[in-house]
């Protein structure tokens, strides 16, 4: 029997996300796996007010995730420095369950130079913290994200691949993505 993989990611929000999403499902096919993705999720939310309508939605998405024997995390940052909030928050939902958890990024560049970039130099404080131009402390550990993010880099096991791709395809490379289902595969084959 296979197993089921959630697949999260911003990659929900491009205009192609149905094709993506297809895609994706085809390579985890190809590994072994069945892909689970938020569109599997057949509902009619156009008459709901808006909080009900994402009310639906989540709890369609936590039924998925209960469902899937681990997850799959593009965690390329999103609207920001990071990655997105919806795909950071479904990862620890899946970790909560105790359940196998992955992700990538088609951005390999720092938290700390992606700060840097987007609000200008960062300094050195005299008690020794990185700090950016307002003088909030900055989380400097090397990692790709925030450390809650980035320890997925630093289990014994690395459950993370960084994959780095032109600013243009950067959320719909399926790279990373790839690279990942075939660690997957073989770091699955355990259980």
């Given at each position: ?41 057949e ?19 936590f ?33 909560g ?81 790839e ?6 595969a ?6």
């Amino acid at each position: 029997m296979r197993k089921l993989i959630y697949m999260a990611g911003p990659d929900v929000f491009l205009p192609n996300a149905r094709e993506i999403a297809e895609k994706k499902k085809s390579l985890a096919l190809l590994y072994g796996f069945e892909g689970l993705h938020p569109f599997d999720n057949e509902l009619e939310t156009s008459q709901l007010q808006p909080h009900l309508a994402a009310k639906k939605i989540a709890e369609e998405n936590f039924k998925l995730m209960r469902q899937a024997d681990a997850i799959i995390a593009n965690l390329t940052p999103f609207r920001g420095i990071s990655a997105d909030v919806g795909t950071a928050f479904e990862l620890g939902f899946m970790i909560g369950m105790n359940k196998p958890a992955y992700g990538y990024s088609n951005a390999s560049s720092t938290y700390a130079q992606r700060l840097q970039a987007l609000e200008g130099p960062l300094f050195m404080s005299p008690d020794g913290n990185l700090r950016d131009t307002q003088g909030m402390s900055v989380e400097n550990f090397d990692l790709f994200d925030n450390l809650m993010l980035g320890i997925l880099a630093l289990q014994s096991t690395p459950r993370l691949i960084l994959n780095s791709t032109s600013e243009d395809g950067i959320y719909s490379c399926l790279q990373g993505f790839e690279r990942t289902l075939s660690f997957m595969a073989s770091d699955l084959a355990l259980y």
